[in-house]
């Protein structure tokens, strides 16, 4: 039996996220109490018949009245209306955190509106699948992952602890970075890929009926893998994308012009500069393997 | 036991499919004798030692002397060359069918070559892995996917026929396709996904060095899988989109115009159309989901 990190927790939002944690919380015994609120009543009736909160509504403020941590698991668009709501209901020494896969305008909804006396320990726990709400969520969604914390320097140091052992009870290793810094390297390695994908999936979407039909029927490979990263969340990606605007549109346009490279070398039969590309994007996948391996080797339960 | 399908089956170029095809025939007993002829005599060693074939070497022409069934498995750039090599000395009733990824210029390529009374049969077994070389193939390689063959109207059914059987033999589902359309499709499903991940993990390697470590490390879900496609074997790709580039430049055309979309509703902070432009997507993704469900369900050994 572990001894509770928290009395009580309040997620704000419960989808795959937020109860996949719930569920890791309840399992391992984290809380003494494990409270919700969501948007909808349907929802929360959902969180409650899963058995993963012990009690759910409707209203932020009266769910975190009390509450020694506040996990914030709403799309990143709704955050500034959130702390709005919930900011003078905040006890004193509360920890606030977040999942949202944006940080610096994040931090920023969130700040003015706590008061004085409540820590913001953002984060971001780098895992997900393409499905989303309460009945999507598993305690096992984090196991072996990422998770990257963006306090303000000076944060205080026991309010990241314990936001740090709730996400390695989940699994993940946990690592801080500058706000700034997380949301330039996530639009590369998330967000970007993302939009990518969303796109291809609407080109084929345009195309004449018989071929749409047998694009989807003959689906190879790079496709499959490019429908599954388009069928996310799209209210969640959408806020995403409006959010982490300028480092999206900073990558998107380097990336436009990687790929006009690359146009121009197959309109002028270019072979030489294709295979040259083509060699060095393996050498990055073999670094992305043998990190991938490091990273497993270190892990007690590694799969 | 199987009752051969051909006596002696000749293989130009072993990679990763013509050795996951030849270990097919071995396990089956669906030749006679298999034989191949590589670029070099490394690789002819290579074959040799896994057992795969009874006889190798680099001399093409010799390999397919009396030769019922010729199989053209080397990057698609180098068939012209291999069909001008073999022509001479194909036997009448031969079959000449291969694997290339592209097929109206591979017919092209190749037919002028062959003399009266060969028949080709051109095919597209879609399967594969970022692996390549013999050592990477494996007989599991072809089973329950879609095998495209495009013979000519005209083509010799029965020649057809065997082709055919031999894919069903690997756990393959043959269907005949116009050559012209089977290139524009597979442009969608398979070249441009190619593409936009040798160009996305090029635009990660341009990053400077800090990011650069740090988007390796935390490599997050999208990225990940990019950089498992943009591992594929560089000059396989190469000359598929030198030979597919009509197609390939049409639909990356369409693309920059839908990529150009979502920039401009990001640049805006127009969420409506991300969101409903995300909601096409996933229902797309459900159409696949469901298909390939539906192809699963039909086949015995579905998995």
Redesign the interface.
Known sequence: MTTPLFNRVAFIGIGLIGSSLARVIKRDGLAGAVVCATRTEKTAKTALDLGIVDAAGTDAAAAVAGADLVVLCAPV?ATAAIAAAIGPHLKTGAIVTDVGSVKEPVIAAIASHLPEGVHLVPGHP?A?T?HSGPEAGFAELFRNH?C?LTPEPGTDTDAVAKVTRLWQAAGMTVEC?DAH?HD???A???H????????????????EDD?KR???????????????????D??M???I??TN?DA??D??G???D??TQ??DA??S?D?QT??D??????E?????VE??QDFIDKKPNGD
């Open positions: 668009g780098i997900g393409e990422w990257i970075m810094h330039r390297v996530l590369i390695t998330s970007l890929p993302h939009l990518i994908a969303f796109a291809i999936v609407g080109t084929a979407t345009g195309m071929t047998e694009v989807i029927k003959f689906c190879a490979g790079g496709f499959r893998d490019f429908t599954r990263i388009a069928a996310s799209p209210v990606w959408r806020d994308f409006i605007k999206v549109l990558i998107l380097r990336f436009n990687d790929l690359l146009q197959i309109k039969g072979g294709l295979e590309w083509f060699q060095s994007a393996r990055i996948r073999r670094g992305v990190l991938r």
